[in-house]
Structures are given as structure tokens and as C-alpha cells.
């Protein structure tokens, strides 16, 4: 079956910091991939995806790169801001699961001024 | 920007109960979702929907859970008989066109049974 396993947190950097989010996936068939952001007291929204190998998403400043050979999808950004402190989701999904995510535990983002 | 929309934001009920949960989908999707994240855990998912009937569902979605879609704009979660485990925030999520890889996800409910 399909799965996402991503880093425990809490992740907690200062402003400007460098932030990887690491995420590695199981999956049947060929899945497309996701990063979900959840702010406090919102619902998820969809921060960048991939369809294919080797595909880059990106948005807001943050990137993830589907790396079919270490079956990842690291979520990056080169410098954070105390606007980014949320819960970040990544997630999988594919035909054959009739386009239902997969989403893993969430990794909680804060950051100090 | 169209969004979905859910209401409460939060309900506290007492166990044996019956709650409904209620969504607005945004209009032009035809595909519709429900979810639940118990506190601390992943997000699951409990039921799809389209042409007013379940296209599927999981383990968890039992029979003290059902859908529906009364009428052309809402979507509702019932909940037959709450349990304590029932507490959860739930989320309503839609598409557009068909069963696409984007779903646009509503603030969630956070249902409180005691």
C-alpha cells in the first residue's frame, strides 16, 4: 500500500534560517506528490506538487524535488520567516488510489523572530 | 477566490448523540471528500462523493457515518451515535473536474464529544 513517512518534529530555526523538511514515500504505481500547509486554526492548503520524476515544485519560496531514485520529496526553503510557522503535510496520491491522498503525520514549523 | 466553507467551526456534543457536519463545496466541483485529523495524528480519509452517490470510502467511515447531498450546494457529514473517540477535527474537501490530484480543503470543524 501506499505511504509517507516524514521527519518528527517540532523543526524550530530563527528568521532567515534554512529549513529542509524531509519526506520519503512508498507507493504502488506512479504517484504524484504534495506538500500541504496547515496555518493555526485553518484548514490544509495546498503548498506545491510534482507529477513525475525529477519534476520541481514551488511556491511561496518553498521547493521540493520528486526524486524517484530515493523515492523522496524534501520540502526546502533558503530563508524563513515567522509567517511560515505552521504544520506542513507531505503527501502522495495515485490513480489506482482513485486520486485519494496519503498524507503523512505533519512536521509542526516554528519560527523565532 | 472561490474556497470551501464548513460549519461550525466547532461543536461539543455528549456522547450517544447525533451530529451533522456541513460543507459548501466550491460550486463547479463535482467531486467531494471528508477527512479527519484526530489531534496530533495524520489526516484520514473517510469518504468520497460524486453523482450523489459514495465513490469510496474507508474502514473507518462504519455505519454510524453517512453523506449527503440535500441539496445543490451543500455537503453534509452525519454522525449517528458520537463516541469519545470521535473527537477529531474534520475537513470537507472538493475537486473539479473528476477524480483530479487537487483537492481544495475547507478550515475544518473541530468536533468535541464528551
Known amino acids: 500500500g501506499n505511504s509517507v513517512t516524514q521527519m518528527e518534529g517540532p523543526v524550530t530555526l530563527s528568521e532567515e534560517a534554512f529549513l529542509t523538511i524531509n519526506c520519503t514515500y512508498t507507493a504502488t504505481g506512479y504517484p504524484s506528490l504534495f506538500w500541504y500547509v496547515q496555518y493555526p486554526g485553518e484548514g490544509l492548503q495546498l503548498l506545491l506538487k510534482a507529477t513525475k520524476a525529477d519534476d520541481k515544485g514551488s511556491n511561496k519560496g518553498f521547493e521540493a524535488t520528486y526524486r524517484k531514485e530515493t523515492t523522496s520529496f524534501h520540502l526546502e526553503k533558503g530563508s524563513v520567516q515567522v509567517s511560515d510557522s505552521a504544520v506542513y503535510f507531505c503527501?502522495?496520491?495515485?490513480?489506482?488510489?482513485?486520486?485519494?491522498?496519503?498524507f503523512g503525520r505533519g512536521t509542526s514549523l516554528i519560527v523565532h523572530p | 477566490e472561490p474556497e470551501v466553507t464548513q460549519t461550525p467551526s466547532h461543536q461539543v456534543t455528549q456522547m450517544g448523540q447525533e451530529v451533522i457536519l456541513r460543507c459548501v463545496p466550491i460550486s463547479n466541483h463535482l467531486y467531494f471528500y471528508w477527512y479527519r485529523q484526530i489531534l496530533g495524528q495524520k489526516v484520514e480519509f473517510l469518504v468520497s462523493?460524486?453523482?450523489?452517490?459514495?465513490?469510496?470510502k474507508s474502514e473507518i467511515f462504519d455505519d454510524q457515518f453517512s453523506v449527503e447531498r440535500p441539496d445543490g450546494s451543500n455537503f453534509t457529514l452525519k454522525i449517528r451515535s458520537t463516541k469519545l473517540e470521535d473527537s477529531a477535527m474534520y475537513f470537507c474537501?472538493?475537486?473539479?473536474?473528476?477524480?483530479?490530484?487537487?483537492?481544495?480543503f475547507g478550515p475544518g470543524t473541530r468536533l468535541t464529544v464528551l
Open positions: 474537501a472538493s475537486g473539479y473536474p473528476r477524480a483530479t490530484d487537487t483537492q481544495y
Open positions: 462523493f460524486y453523482n450523489n452517490e459514495i465513490s469510496e
Open positions: 503527501a502522495l496520491a495515485t490513480s489506482g488510489g482513485s486520486y485519494i491522498p496519503t
